[in-house]
């Protein structure tokens, strides 16, 4: 039978649910338990696939194709567990499907409603596929006392009643503010977010209360006896040196007893927390550093490369170095007296990630070119890879060689596919459709030439199976061309169509991959193109 907790957050936004809950199920998941988590988000986006990466930071992608919330990135690389289309939903999604039934008559004349049709569909999307885990976390987006947010409230007050005892638990995301006027902690927000909870029918187990500073006994007394809760239950959330540190310092804190105490289980085994151990010995000692340049359009908010970020950290984990990131807003590239040397060459390696749209493109050629000549450690991810054959196009005679995402060109190098098969068979796109989920999206196999670079790089595999998010291919018909000047279609789709990785032989590390590796890789499991790229800038520090 599993057991479901319901994380909900209160006083402002950015409190770090997603990390607390991916948290809280490492450490369930280090006591041997099955853990999946979900997200419910409230807007009315059917998916975040068509909202901006500055309004919601990245899109992350599952193997079966869904645009999720950045969170399930979290969710992911904290415990392993791949996420599904099924781990998250919007209110948009919900309302969708209720009025395609409504409209298909399934209703059978009934008047359609929030209560009890809405919340049927959360809490049916709550409980499905359920069987075979110990522990469900829900992650409720948003701030206790949004309009949008009640459906969702409703659904889980109502799952409370119609579950058994001991099957759900409520586990509410506080903030407790350090007024340094004043020199205090302060716990009002605190009750006033619960009692807006308690409003709604939800009586919180355990309050996760963030804080900058020490929350001494006297104050976690108040919040007990305030907000009806057990003084064990009040667990303190102070700000972590890193994210990787944060289950840890949970554990330490009593959070997964109190939990496990609040379903009532009380034999349960001691956490194996050694993979946490090792992570965050690797972090804090690294035994030295490389700087990567990341050329791209949203470098103004890191949240927009969230899993790239995360991948490249990964890579220095692997490597045991500290990793700098150096966010480079490729348009600066674009300007008249640009020194793009100045810029590039103090770093060990260039990485350009995937993005959208034609703004940045020509400095992103240009830092393509930079690393070629160079020889400095090159990764092209998606739009990156896509940047690398434009390049390399040029450089073979193509003076106009171009993307079509950016307009109409003579040379496509990378041009829109509108037909491609899969084992479901033949997918269609529409040149001018819809924009909302109809990318080439999720896993999809690639075949690697035996003895190439990136074969190597992959242990020696032939077959990968890695994440896509894309519109565009880059134009086979190139092939030959791009082959001569050295740019090796090392990767390609099993049917021999569509390129998924270049590579160039005569470069120290030089890889373009049309998918994104970062959204697999793993703190204890690090991605291997990472790996391998962080371990080349290593080699490319100790050479300038
Ligand atoms: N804009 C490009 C495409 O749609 C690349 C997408 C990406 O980098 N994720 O093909």
Not at 39 to 44: A, E, S, T, V
Not at 229 to 258: M, W
Not at 336 to 342: F, K, L, Q, R, Y
Not at 380 to 406: D, K, N, P
Request: charged letters at 25%.
């Amino acid at each position: 039978m599993a057991r479901y907790i319901f994380i909900t957050g209160g006083v402002v936004s950015s409190l770090g649910k997603g990390l607390m809950a991916a948290s809280l199920a490492a450490l369930l998941q280090a006591r041997g338990y099955k853990v999946r988590i979900r997200k419910f988000d409230p807007y009315l986006n059917v998916d975040p696939g068509t909202m901006s990466p500055y309004q919601h930071g990245e899109v992350y992608v599952t193997d079966d194709g869904a645009e999720t919330d950045l969170d399930l990135g979290h969710y992911e690389r904290f415990t392993g567990v791949s996420a599904r289309q099924s781990d998250n939903v919007t209110s948009g999604r919900v309302y969708q499907d209720i009025i395609t039934r409504e409209r298909r008559g399934d209703y059978l004349g009934a008047t359609v409603q929030v209560i009890p049709h809405v919340t049927d569909e959360i809490k049916a999307f709550a409980l499905a596929d359920t069987d075979d885990l110990d522990f469900v976390l829900c992650e409720i987006g948003g701030t206790v006392g949004d309009i949008e947010s009640l459906p969702f409230m409703e659904a889980i007050r109502q799952l409370r009643n119609e579950l058994e005892p001991f099957q759900t638990l409520s586990v509410h995301v506080t903030l407790v503010p350090y007024i340094a006027a004043a020199g205090e902690l302060k716990t009002k927000p605190t009750q006033h977010s619960v009692r807006e909870l308690a409003s709604l029918g939800i009586k919180p187990d355990v309050l996760l209360c963030r804080s900058e500073h020490e929350i001494p006994l006297g104050e976690r007394r108040k919040i007990a006896n305030f907000c009806n809760v057990r003084i064990e239950s009040v667990i303190p959330a102070l700000d972590a040196p890193s994210i990787y540190s944060v289950p840890l310092q949970y554990h330490q804190e009593g959070l997964d007893s109190e939990v496990l105490r609040g379903f009532g289980i009380t034999d349960a085994p001691e956490p194996d927390l050694s993979r946490w151990d090792d992570v965050t010995d690797r972090y804090f000692n690294p035994e030295g550093e490389v700087t990567i340049g990341v050329v791209g359009k949203y470098v103004g908010l890191q949240d927009a490369y969230k899993s790239l970020n995360e991948a490249l950290v990964h890579g220095g984990l692997a490597n045991r170095v500290k990793v700098n990131i150096q966010w480079i807003d490729a348009e600066v590239f674009e300007q008249e007296d640009a020194d793009i040397t100045a810029q590039l060459e103090p770093l060990h390696g260039i990485l350009v990630p995937g993005g959208f749209g034609e703004r940045g493109s020509e400095g992103k050629i240009a830092s393509v070119r930079f690393a070629r000549e160079r020889g400095v450690p090159f990764f092209g991810i998606c739009l990156g890879m896509q940047m690398a054959c434009v390049e390399s196009a040029r450089l073979a005679g193509h003076t106009s060689a171009s993307s079509t995402e950016f307009g109409e060109t003579d040379e496509p190098v990378v041009g829109i596919i509108t037909e491609w098969m899969t084992e479901e068979g033949l997918q269609e796109r529409e040149a001018g459709g819809d924009l909302g989920g109809t990318m080439r999206l999720g896993a999809y196999d690639a075949k690697l030439s035996a003895n190439s670079h990136v074969s190597t790089i992959y242990g020696g595999a032939t077959e990968i199976s890695e994440r896509h998010r894309h519109r565009y291919e880059v134009n086979g018909a190139y092939k030959d061309a791009l082959e001569e000047t050295g740019l090796i279609f090392s990767g390609m789709s099993p049917d021999g169509l569509l390129p998924e990785i270049v590579e160039r032989p005569d470069h120290p590390w030089f890889v373009g991959v049309q998918f994104h590796p970062e959204l697999k890789s793993r703190p204890f499991e690090p991605h291997p193109l990472f790996d391998g790229f962080i371990s080349a800038a290593l080699t490319q520090s100790r050479l300038v």
